[in-house]
């Protein structure tokens, strides 16, 4: 069973979905083992986003990150990571799949919605990274 991190981002909560989002994925029997909501603060974004740190859109991810409450959580299930991105769906709104998240919700290349962890790897660092309390 794999392991993945899903962020439903501010503008997610802000428009009131994160039991639509998650319905997504509960949908396609995978498990929610792990969930929280907090506002992230400047350090964990900072971390999260590091492999971004020096491109021109950082700053602008970490205030939005950072803009107000979220919810993270981890998702575990055969092919975690594969299935949750395809579920979320393309950032891009005008090649995203119209039945994804994003294409459901979504029309903004940065406020997206979701964040899903893109490898088995950087799954493993992230939820380190909001979920230090389940690391081994």
Request: aromatic letters at 8%; charged letters at 30%.
């Amino acid at each position: 069973m794999e392991k993945t991190l899903v962020l439903i981002k501010p503008d997610g909560v802000q428009r009131k979905l994160i039991g639509e989002i998650i319905s997504f994925y509960e949908r396609k029997n995978l498990n929610i083992i792990a969930l929280k909501m907090l506002t992230a603060t400047k350090d964990i974004a900072e971390n999260h986003y590091e492999e971004h740190k020096g491109r021109n859109y950082f700053d602008e991810l970490i205030t939005f990150i950072t803009s107000s409450r979220l919810c993270a959580m981890v998702i575990e299930g055969n092919d975690a990571v594969t299935m949750v991105r395809k579920i979320n769906g393309d950032k891009d709104p005008f090649k995203v799949d119209l039945g994804s998240i994003r294409g459901k919700f979504g029309g903004d290349k940065t406020q997206n919605l979701v964040h899903a962890s893109d490898s088995v790897e950087n799954a493993k660092r992230e939820i380190t990274i909001w979920f230090p309390e389940l690391t081994e």
